[in-house]
Protein backbone atom coordinates (compact mmCIF):
# COMPACT_ATOMS: atom_id res chain seq x y z
CA UNK A 1 0.00 0.00 0.00
CA UNK A 2 0.91 3.84 -0.55
CA UNK A 3 1.58 7.20 0.22
CA UNK A 4 3.20 9.88 -0.88
CA UNK A 5 6.90 10.98 -0.56
CA UNK A 6 9.47 10.81 -2.89
CA UNK A 7 9.60 14.56 -3.84
CA UNK A 8 12.26 15.30 -1.24
CA UNK A 9 14.62 12.90 -2.31
CA UNK A 10 14.21 13.51 -6.22
CA UNK A 11 16.46 16.47 -6.67
CA UNK A 12 19.03 14.44 -5.05
CA UNK A 13 22.27 13.25 -7.07
CA UNK A 14 23.46 9.31 -6.91
CA UNK A 15 26.09 10.55 -4.27
CA UNK A 16 23.84 12.56 -2.18
CA UNK A 17 21.47 9.63 -2.16
CA UNK A 18 23.78 6.69 -0.58
CA UNK A 19 25.43 9.48 1.87
CA UNK A 20 21.29 10.35 3.15
CA UNK A 21 20.56 6.63 2.54
CA UNK A 22 20.93 6.34 6.68
CA UNK A 23 17.52 8.16 7.19
CA UNK A 24 15.88 6.61 4.41
CA UNK A 25 13.18 3.55 4.41
CA UNK A 26 14.61 -0.09 3.80
CA UNK A 27 12.22 -0.05 0.88
CA UNK A 28 14.10 2.83 -0.23
CA UNK A 29 17.63 1.09 -0.09
CA UNK A 30 16.49 -1.63 -1.42
CA UNK A 31 14.67 0.07 -4.48
CA UNK A 32 18.45 1.95 -5.38
CA UNK A 33 20.17 -1.65 -5.28
CA UNK A 34 17.70 -2.83 -7.79
CA UNK A 35 17.96 0.25 -9.99
CA UNK A 36 21.88 -0.21 -9.67
CA UNK A 37 21.56 -4.55 -11.13
CA UNK A 38 18.90 -3.37 -13.75
CA UNK A 39 21.98 -0.89 -15.06
CA UNK A 40 23.68 -3.88 -15.73
CA UNK A 41 21.47 -5.48 -17.71
CA UNK A 42 21.47 -2.05 -20.25
CA UNK A 43 24.53 -2.36 -21.50
CA UNK A 44 24.03 0.14 -24.58
CA UNK A 45 24.48 3.74 -22.81
CA UNK A 46 22.92 5.26 -25.57
CA UNK A 47 19.60 3.44 -25.16
CA UNK A 48 16.42 4.81 -23.93
CA UNK A 49 14.70 3.31 -20.63
CA UNK A 50 11.36 3.89 -19.48
CA UNK A 51 10.21 2.94 -16.07
CA UNK A 52 6.76 2.55 -16.23
CA UNK A 53 4.49 2.30 -12.97
CA UNK A 54 1.40 1.74 -11.53
CA UNK A 55 0.08 3.23 -8.36
CA UNK A 56 -2.38 4.66 -6.02
CA UNK A 57 -1.55 5.55 -2.98
CA UNK A 58 2.04 6.99 -3.54
CA UNK A 59 4.52 4.06 -2.48
CA UNK A 60 4.95 2.62 -5.92
CA UNK A 61 5.83 6.25 -7.64
CA UNK A 62 8.19 6.96 -4.61
CA UNK A 63 9.65 3.37 -5.25
CA UNK A 64 10.00 3.79 -8.83
CA UNK A 65 11.66 6.99 -8.20
CA UNK A 66 14.41 5.80 -5.68
CA UNK A 67 15.23 3.21 -8.35
CA UNK A 68 16.14 5.41 -11.02
CA UNK A 69 18.57 7.40 -8.47
CA UNK A 70 20.07 4.05 -8.47
CA UNK A 71 20.55 3.91 -12.11
CA UNK A 72 23.54 5.43 -14.20
CA UNK A 73 21.52 5.36 -17.04
CA UNK A 74 18.88 8.09 -17.65
CA UNK A 75 15.56 6.83 -16.94
CA UNK A 76 11.92 8.26 -17.92
CA UNK A 77 9.48 7.41 -15.18
CA UNK A 78 5.85 7.62 -16.56
CA UNK A 79 2.23 6.32 -15.24
CA UNK A 80 0.62 4.16 -16.79
CA UNK A 81 -2.61 6.59 -15.84
CA UNK A 82 -1.15 9.14 -18.30
CA UNK A 83 0.81 6.86 -20.96
CA UNK A 84 -0.25 6.69 -24.58
CA UNK A 85 0.75 2.97 -25.33
CA UNK A 86 1.63 2.52 -28.86
CA UNK A 87 4.12 5.84 -28.51
CA UNK A 88 5.63 4.40 -25.58
CA UNK A 89 6.73 0.77 -26.68
CA UNK A 90 7.90 2.67 -30.05
CA UNK A 91 10.07 5.21 -28.02
CA UNK A 92 11.81 3.64 -25.85
CA UNK A 93 14.81 0.21 -25.90
CA UNK A 94 14.27 -0.78 -22.27
CA UNK A 95 11.30 -1.31 -19.81
CA UNK A 96 10.89 -1.60 -16.42
CA UNK A 97 7.96 -2.10 -15.00
CA UNK A 98 6.40 -2.01 -11.44
CA UNK A 99 2.85 -1.76 -9.63
CA UNK A 100 1.45 -1.74 -6.26
CA UNK A 101 -0.18 -4.54 -5.13
CA UNK A 102 -4.30 -3.84 -3.81
CA UNK A 103 -7.06 -5.93 -2.73
CA UNK A 104 -8.46 -6.55 -6.64
CA UNK A 105 -4.34 -7.44 -7.49
CA UNK A 106 -1.65 -5.69 -9.64
CA UNK A 107 -2.98 -2.82 -11.57
CA UNK A 108 -5.37 -3.41 -14.52
CA UNK A 109 -3.79 -1.27 -17.14
CA UNK A 110 -0.18 -2.13 -16.61
CA UNK A 111 -1.38 -5.82 -17.79
CA UNK A 112 -3.17 -4.08 -20.61
CA UNK A 113 0.00 -2.38 -21.62
CA UNK A 114 1.99 -5.66 -21.29
CA UNK A 115 -0.99 -7.50 -23.35
CA UNK A 116 -1.46 -4.94 -26.12
CA UNK A 117 2.22 -4.29 -26.49
CA UNK A 118 3.96 -7.62 -26.16
CA UNK A 119 5.15 -8.12 -29.58
CA UNK A 120 6.86 -5.04 -29.78
CA UNK A 121 8.34 -4.83 -26.03
CA UNK A 122 8.18 -8.61 -24.74
CA UNK A 123 12.08 -8.51 -25.06
CA UNK A 124 12.61 -5.36 -24.07
CA UNK A 125 11.29 -5.64 -20.26
CA UNK A 126 14.44 -6.15 -18.01
CA UNK A 127 13.38 -5.83 -14.84
CA UNK A 128 9.94 -5.19 -12.94
CA UNK A 129 8.99 -4.84 -9.69
CA UNK A 130 5.74 -5.10 -7.25
CA UNK A 131 5.33 -2.82 -3.83
CA UNK A 132 2.95 -4.99 -1.97
CA UNK A 133 2.24 -5.31 1.82
CA UNK A 134 3.49 -8.85 2.19
CA UNK A 135 7.09 -10.37 2.58
CA UNK A 136 9.33 -13.05 2.25
CA UNK A 137 9.14 -14.20 6.52
CA UNK A 138 6.71 -16.86 6.13
CA UNK A 139 6.17 -19.48 3.38
CA UNK A 140 2.64 -17.78 3.22
CA UNK A 141 3.76 -14.66 2.17
CA UNK A 142 6.55 -16.22 -0.20
CA UNK A 143 3.56 -17.42 -2.31
CA UNK A 144 1.81 -15.00 -2.17
CA UNK A 145 4.64 -12.99 -3.59
CA UNK A 146 5.09 -15.46 -6.41
CA UNK A 147 1.77 -15.32 -7.12
CA UNK A 148 2.21 -11.82 -7.52
CA UNK A 149 4.82 -11.91 -9.90
CA UNK A 150 3.29 -14.54 -11.81
CA UNK A 151 -0.18 -12.32 -12.52
CA UNK A 152 2.15 -9.28 -13.31
CA UNK A 153 4.36 -11.47 -15.99
CA UNK A 154 0.93 -13.30 -17.38
CA UNK A 155 0.81 -11.18 -20.59
CA UNK A 156 4.58 -12.31 -21.54
CA UNK A 157 6.14 -15.31 -22.66
CA UNK A 158 8.84 -15.19 -19.97
CA UNK A 159 9.60 -13.29 -17.16
CA UNK A 160 11.96 -10.55 -16.62
CA UNK A 161 15.60 -11.20 -15.73
CA UNK A 162 15.61 -9.10 -12.99
CA UNK A 163 13.00 -8.85 -10.00
CA UNK A 164 12.15 -7.26 -6.57
CA UNK A 165 9.26 -6.73 -4.19
CA UNK A 166 9.23 -3.84 -1.73
CA UNK A 167 7.35 -2.94 1.21
CA UNK A 168 5.30 -0.06 1.85
CA UNK A 169 2.94 1.97 3.71
CA UNK A 170 -0.82 1.32 4.39
CA UNK A 171 -3.01 3.93 5.97
CA UNK A 172 -6.25 3.19 6.55
CA UNK A 173 -7.86 6.24 6.11
CA UNK A 174 -6.68 7.18 2.87
CA UNK A 175 -8.27 3.91 1.70
CA UNK A 176 -10.93 3.78 -1.13
CA UNK A 177 -14.10 2.06 0.67
CA UNK A 178 -13.78 -0.63 -1.92
CA UNK A 179 -10.01 -1.34 -0.70
CA UNK A 180 -11.12 -0.61 2.96
CA UNK A 181 -13.64 -3.51 3.18
CA UNK A 182 -11.48 -6.30 1.08
CA UNK A 183 -8.49 -5.98 3.59
CA UNK A 184 -10.38 -5.71 6.50
CA UNK A 185 -11.87 -9.00 5.24
CA UNK A 186 -8.07 -10.04 4.26
CA UNK A 187 -6.78 -9.43 7.44
CA UNK A 188 -9.71 -11.04 9.68
CA UNK A 189 -10.07 -14.04 7.72
CA UNK A 190 -6.91 -14.67 5.95
CA UNK A 191 -4.32 -13.19 8.29
CA UNK A 192 -6.11 -13.56 11.37
CA UNK A 193 -4.38 -10.15 12.39
CA UNK A 194 -5.75 -6.76 13.03
CA UNK A 195 -6.77 -4.62 10.47
CA UNK A 196 -4.42 -1.55 11.14
CA UNK A 197 -2.35 1.24 9.73
CA UNK A 198 1.12 0.75 9.38
CA UNK A 199 4.65 2.13 8.23
CA UNK A 200 7.38 -0.22 7.64
CA UNK A 201 10.26 2.09 7.13
CA UNK A 202 13.47 1.32 9.43
CA UNK A 203 16.12 3.84 8.95
CA UNK A 204 18.98 2.59 10.73
CA UNK A 205 18.64 -1.10 9.43
CA UNK A 206 18.48 0.48 5.99
CA UNK A 207 21.74 2.17 6.75
CA UNK A 208 23.44 -1.09 7.38
CA UNK A 209 21.38 -2.86 4.63
CA UNK A 210 22.96 -0.25 1.79
CA UNK A 211 26.59 -0.52 2.89
CA UNK A 212 26.23 -4.41 2.46
CA UNK A 213 24.37 -4.52 -1.06
CA UNK A 214 26.32 -1.85 -2.39
CA UNK A 215 29.09 -4.85 -2.29
CA UNK A 216 26.54 -7.30 -3.97
CA UNK A 217 27.88 -8.34 -7.23
CA UNK A 218 25.39 -8.12 -10.35
CA UNK A 219 25.42 -12.06 -10.68
CA UNK A 220 24.46 -11.96 -6.20
CA UNK A 221 22.27 -9.39 -6.60
CA UNK A 222 19.97 -12.00 -9.74
CA UNK A 223 20.83 -15.13 -7.65
CA UNK A 224 19.32 -13.60 -4.07
Known sequence: MEQKGFEKSQAMSRREFLNYSGQLTLAAVLAMNFGCSVTRLVDDPSAKIALIYGTRYGATSDTAGWIAQGMDNPVDLLNIESLSFSQAAGTYDRFIIG????????HKRLLEFLSSQKETIGDKVVASFIVCGSDDST??????????????????????????????????????EQDRR???????????????????????KAALFGSEVAAMSYRETVRG
Open 182 to 204: LLDQFYRNILKKEFVSWDRTQPQ
Open 139 to 176: EGGKKRIAQYFERFHSPLDHPPPIRQFFGGRMIIEQLT
Open 99 to 106: SGVWSDGV
